[in-house]
């Protein structure tokens, strides 16, 4: 009986000449592999143990796989073959002031986790997860209104829930002007180290005689902050200024108002001339459904409910680029 050489499994061009092409390798096993976006403190590709910080949201491919990392794991599971094959993240997926890793080709593990380090280029005076909520009485909040706080207690807990690690500072000194603001950031920042600095300064300058018309010193003090805040190795991000809630007292004015707009007009300007996260508070009072009689306890001062919209405002600033 003839059997045909297929089923001998001969190729016919090897049986024909002694030699021929070898046959054809199998296909490389998918599997999944957990990669995990973590802040890289020190920089050196590793991640080591004290690094609890980690990145969500974060867009990376993994040869044909891309996925989002999650909160606040910085986890994303992805299908991918096990041989070498490029590794890139996103920057636009990054939150500010971040530096995704270069593209490179990468072996998955045979076992465990790959680990993604993102970078936040900190100078040695700024402490990675430490958040320096800087301002007036707005910032430092009241008795009685909400946790008391100000925005900062909020903020906190969200960005600890979303990075896994947070300590936020409330440096928020009532009825000081922008320019005592200026006099003393420094002390502020060499006492609490803070890698991110939140200026929300000038609401007080309106009833300094020198600023009837904006800028004043206003944005030349804030200036001087964010030039400040970068020298000590952090980066600065800048409010702009609440309106006033009309109508309760006498100095909540329609003109006072007017003077918040040209003078919000003037600090959109300096962020981007000095290259700065802008979390623009106003707009989003302006866009809230709520009325100003409930996002205010009073003439200037937010309420619960105002706070909680100023928390949410600069935990997007922190965490999305713009």
Known sequence: MRLLPALLGISLSGAACGGG??????????????????LDENRNGQLDGPESIRIPGVEITFGAASGRTAA????????VVS????????????????????????????????????????????APGVVLAFGDSITNGQSGVG??????????????AHFGRALVINDGVDSSSSERGDSRILDSLTGGRPA?????????????ARCQSPPCFTVDSLRSMVRKVKAQGGFPFVGTLLMTNVGTDFRATPQRNSWIVAMNAEIRRMAVEEDVVL????????????????????????????????????????????
């Open 279 to 322: 979390a623009d508070l106003h707009r989003a009072f302006e866009l809230s459904p709520l009325q100003n009689s409930e996002l205010f306890a009073d003439y200037i001062h937010p309420s619960a409910a105002g706070y909680r919209l100023l928390a949410e405002t600069w935990f997007t600033a922190i965490t999305r680029r713009p």
């Open 147 to 160: 946790d008391g706080r100000g925005y900062s207690g909020q903020l906190e807990r969200m960005l600890g």
């Open 72 to 79: 606040p794991t910085g986890e994303v599971a992805l299908n």
């Open 21 to 38: 092409s070898s046959p054809t390798a199998p296909a490389p096993l998918a599997r999944t592999v957990t990669l995990v976006a973590f």
């Open 196 to 208: 991110f600095t939140l200026i929300l300064y000038g609401t007080n300058d309106w009833a300094d």
């Open 83 to 126: 041989t070498a094959q490029s590794l890139s993240v996103a920057t636009s997926s990054l939150p500010p002031y971040h530096r995704a890793p270069e593209t490179a080709v990468v072996t998955p593990p045979a076992s465990g986790p790959l680990n993604v380090p993102v970078t936040l280029p900190l100078g040695a005076g700024a």
